[in-house]
């Protein structure tokens, strides 16, 4: 497995890989990986000849009150088990490569940016569109991997992507949770161990949800009406949102038969977290 940090060597190489006839997979990351992560990187083993994994703490998508500077950092033991999980190339660049000094270009996605995390926080979507804008410019995969757990940062880089004609497949991969329930992230680490088992929280919502809606409930109305009482019974946690909401505009809707994102945020102490599921059409 090499390691690479430079983005013009990172750029031959995929050119190399491209005059090859080498399908390239891609999966970006910040780091501090989990079984979630492995699971896009096996993913992506699956079917690509060659898999490159980024490594890039992206300033831009952390607002003023965020963690960037308490965000893990485990690139060493990151990279060990990526090379154990067969990729060929680590791309960890620093900051200053990414975004050098006078650099003012970015991708915004008008609209959806907004939306659920866009709302509480103000910029996170102008971060993440264009760091990942960027990675595909450098990397040039010809699919890229993301986790199912960022459904709105899913539907903006799908627009993105379709948008700006970019020559390259997203694939989204399932929730990794562990044996209770609790979706993998990285800032699970930061939960004490009562703000674990508070945490636990979310998914009793969305399960109990998604119990109804396989009974036959489409009312939007009445299952988040659920989901917010399950929220309540949990005064520890702080809730951002608890939405029912079409899975490409993010838009609110009143009935589900046609399929939905049920999505919900909360913070635990200082620890924001995410999850979420998807309700297939009737």
Partial sequence: MKIIRDIHEMQAASRAATVQKLSLGFVPTM??????????????????????????????????????????????????????EGVDIVFAPCAAQMYPPGATTMVHV????????????????????????????????????????DAAQVAVLR????????PVELIVAPIVREADGLALSSRNAYLTAEQRKQALVLHRALTQVESLAASGETNAAKLRSLGLSVLASEPAAQLDYFEIIDAGALEPIEDTAQGALVAVAATFGVTRLIDNFLLAPR
């Fill in 159 to 166: 627009r993105m992507v379709r948008d700006l004609n970019m």
């Fill in 110 to 149: 008008e609209g959806l940016s907004e939306k659920l995390d866009g709302r509480s926080r103000p910029g996170h979507f102008l971060g993440v569109s264009t760091v990942v804008a960027k990675l595909f410019h450098i990397v040039q995969p010809d699919f890229a991997v993301f986790g199912q757990k």
């Fill in 31 to 84: 780091g501090a990986l989990h079984e979630g992560h492995f699971s896009l990187v096996r993913l992506a083993r699956t079917r690509a000849s060659m898999v490159v994994v980024s490594i890039f703490v992206n300033p831009l998508q952390f607002g003023p009150t965020e963690d960037f500077n308490h965000y893990p950092r485990t690139l060493e033991a990151d990279c060990t088990r990526l090379e154990g």
